[in-house]
């Protein structure tokens, strides 16, 4: 290739590459701004409220449990049962649950001591939750979630007013230090760009949305999709549930929780590493063709533009330019809907970068240990595959 076609392709890479991030930056601006807030809605008032059934799986979850669940314990919505499952925990899980039960009834716990062939262990932990509950809404959260006291409230406000079935809301993220939030950023903004969230509650769109950190589903929507059975082996539960919601027409939304909900999503970057190994090969449906389409995409459009200022010039120069300024914008935008640092869009390329690495790593470990190994068991690969949504 002579240096004019090259000259040519670098501009063609550019121009393309505008014209996407361009038609991104539109659509976050936009769908952003169409997501709904929680404190908009007011709490639920009725003379007979509907019991919420809140169920919680947690496996060695000593160190946040007690005041996730105390969260729980204080909210004011007042028809609740707490149904907290210990998964095989080797911690004092088992012990703080048992504790804070005898000190609230409204609180009922479930030891688990086995997994059954075909699940993954917090998926049985979720399913034999539900098949305890009696509430008409259930509420799945995770045991490192901490509630403002008006959060199921509201939640159920606009469950109701709405007519929803499926209710999501946006965490707001705690992690320490600036590297692991600019990583945190740069994941919501990628997230954003794979589920396009601002759809789900588009009936007309294929998008769909899950957050493991609160889905509250109507009892009667849950078991008509076949509640977590239908979703026993896939790693990415809280996505899958809200597809399964979606594709049966059920009526969804996210809404932003605005620091209603909190939860401390990694303490490092190796943590996050370790956390992702479990899901990041099962977000492409574990096709490689997927991981090495979206790791070329991503070289492309968020690496390549900042070399391309140094290697390039005129008017391909300056498309690379706008490219990165739009990419900062829109990191930029997207963190202030979630309660992140705008200025940290200065790390995005090489965040994108190491990302990408954590994403690679993943794949290749799951195939090369032929399955995912998740809080002390092995899942093989072949059945997760054949657990399709």
Same mark, same amino acid.
């Given at each position: ?281 099962? &977000? =492409?449906?574990?096709? #490689?063709? /997927?991981? @090495?389409?979206?790791? *070329? +995409? $991503? ?14 010039? &005129? =008017?391909?120069?300056? #498309?690379? /330019?706008? @490219?990165?300024?739009? *990419? +900062? $914008? ?19 390329? #090489? ?29 093989? #690969? ?8």
């Amino acid at each position: 290739m002579n240096e004019s076609m090259m000259h040519d392709v670098a501009f063609w890479l550019a121009a393309l590459t505008l014209l996407l991030t361009a038609g991104w930056a539109m659509e976050f601006a936009i769908g952003n701004r169409s997501l709904r807030h929680l404190k908009d809605f007011p709490p639920f008032c009725g003379d007979a409220p509907s019991r919420v059934s809140v169920i919680i799986a947690a496996r060695d979850e000593a160190r946040n449990l007690e005041s996730a669940l105390g969260s729980v314990l204080l909210q004011d919505y007042p028809n609740l049962e707490i149904i907290a499952v210990n998964d095989r925990s080797s911690d004092d899980t088992g012990a703080i649950l048992d504790r804070l039960s005898r000190r609230d009834a409204r609180l009922r716990v479930v030891h688990l001591t086995e997994l059954p062939v075909g699940w993954l262990g917090k998926n049985h932990a979720m399913q034999c939750g539900s098949e305890r509950a009696t509430g008409k809404f259930f509420l799945f959260t995770d045991a490192d979630v901490v509630m403002a006291p008006a959060t199921v409230s509201r939640a159920l406000g606009c469950m109701t007013s709405e007519r929803l079935d499926h209710l999501a809301l946006g965490p707001r993220l705690t992690m320490p230090g600036v590297l692991l939030n600019m990583l945190g950023g740069t994941f919501a903004l990628f997230f954003g760009i794979y589920a396009r969230p601002w759809k789900a509650k588009d009936p007309r769109s294929r998008c769909h949305i899950g957050i493991g950190a609160f889905n509250l589903v109507r009892a009667d929507a849950y078991h008509a999709v076949g509640g977590h059975r239908a979703i026993a082996m896939r790693p990415d539960d809280d996505m899958k549930l809200g597809k399964l919601l979606k594709k049966s027409g059920r009526r969804q939304e996210l809404v932003l929780g605005d620091g209603s909900i909190t939860v401390e999503w990694y303490s490092s970057v190796g943590e996050m590493a370790r956390g992702l190994e479990k899901n990041a090969f099962a &977000g =492409t449906e574990y096709s #490689l063709a /997927g991981v @090495v389409v979206s790791s *070329l +995409a $991503v070289l492309l459009i968020f690496v390549w533009p900042v070399f391309a200022l140094a290697v390039t010039s &005129g =008017t391909t120069r300056l #498309l690379n /330019g706008i @490219v990165l300024l739009l *990419l +900062a $914008v829109m990191y930029a935008d997207n963190a202030g809907f979630h309660g992140l640092k705008r200025r940290h869009w200065i790390g995005l390329p #090489l965040m994108a970068l190491l990302l990408q690495h954590i994403f690679l790593r993943a794949t290749i470990k799951t195939l090369l240990q032929n399955g995912i190994a998740w809080r002390g068991t092995h899942y093989p #690969l072949a059945d997760l595959k054949a657990n399709k949504v």
